[in-house]
């Protein structure tokens, strides 16, 4: 069956970096986009990038623009998202989710979450 | 601020019906396709709706979505206990190029 698998728990001091990882499996990994979304307590979802991993086409949210990075293993159906000069507002959940890219922009299944905590 | 505009929660009692709106523009629900998504406690997102008003293979079809114009709107019939969830709606903003989300509706089931 369709699964994404994402890294487990991360606690990381302000002004760190954090990579959270997403492996695929049960279906063609370059077949769907990936997605990166995050969730801070209480709030609601906030979009952050994506790559085509056909490609490592990447694009990002404007909010996200010169702290997050996006990329992929396709030798290990894996993608990563890597967030820099954390603060404490990036506590939060982070989502990988794929999307088919000839439908009309639903994500289909979704990773389990990946909880990081910015903390001194 | 979210860029779709949800009621933050909303409540009914078992049995009944309760209606979860998604209020946006026209350069977002106004030409794009919306889907749904129910995250129960403590779990990921779910997919519940996709363009606007089809289910996922295994969605019983108490759920329903429809869009007008530049609102969406979540139906759910039947309420039951275990529908007690966040909803969250999400659609393309041409204008943006990006996907964006409604702040998400807590649903209550009295």
């Known amino acids: 069956q369709v699964q994404l698998v994402q890294s487990g728990a991360e606690v990381k001091e302000p002004g760190a970096s954090v990579k959270v990882s997403c492996k695929a499996s049960?279906?063609?990994?370059?077949?769907?986009?990936i997605y990166w979304v995050r969730q801070a307590p209480g709030q609601g979802l906030e979009y952050m990038g994506r790559?085509?991993?056909?490609?490592?086409?990447?694009d990002y949210a404007q909010k996200f623009q010169g702290r997050v990075t996006i990329t992929r293993d396709t030798s290990i159906s894996t993608a990563y998202m890597e967030l820099s000069r954390l603060r404490s507002d990036d506590t939060a959940v982070y989502y990988c989710?794929?999307?088919?890219?000839?439908?009309?922009?639903?994500?289909?299944?979704w990773g389990q979450g990946s909880l990081v905590i910015v903390s001194s | 601020q979210s860029v779709l505009t949800q009621p933050p929660s909303v409540s009914a009692a078992p049995g009944q019906k309760v209606t979860i709106s998604c209020s946006g523009s026209?350069?977002?629900?106004?030409?794009?396709?919306v889907s749904w998504y129910q995250q129960l406690p403590g779990t990921a997102p779910k997919l519940l709706i996709y363009?606007?008003?089809k289910r996922p293979s295994g969605i019983p079809d108490r759920f329903s979505g429809s869009k007008s114009g530049t609102s969406a709107t979540l139906d759910i019939t039947g309420l039951q206990t275990g529908d007690e969830a966040d909803y969250h709606c999400?659609?393309?903003?041409?204008?943006?190029?990006?996907?964006?989300f409604g702040g998400g509706t807590k649903l209550t089931v009295l």
């Open positions: 989710a794929r999307m088919w890219p000839k439908g009309n922009f639903y994500f289909d299944k």
């Open positions: 049960g279906y063609t990994f370059t077949a769907y986009y």
């Open positions: 790559i085509n991993p056909n490609g490592g086409g990447t």
């Open positions: 026209s350069s977002n629900i106004g030409i794009n396709y």
């Open positions: 363009d606007n008003n």
């Open positions: 999400k659609t393309r903003d041409s204008s943006l190029s990006a996907v964006v």
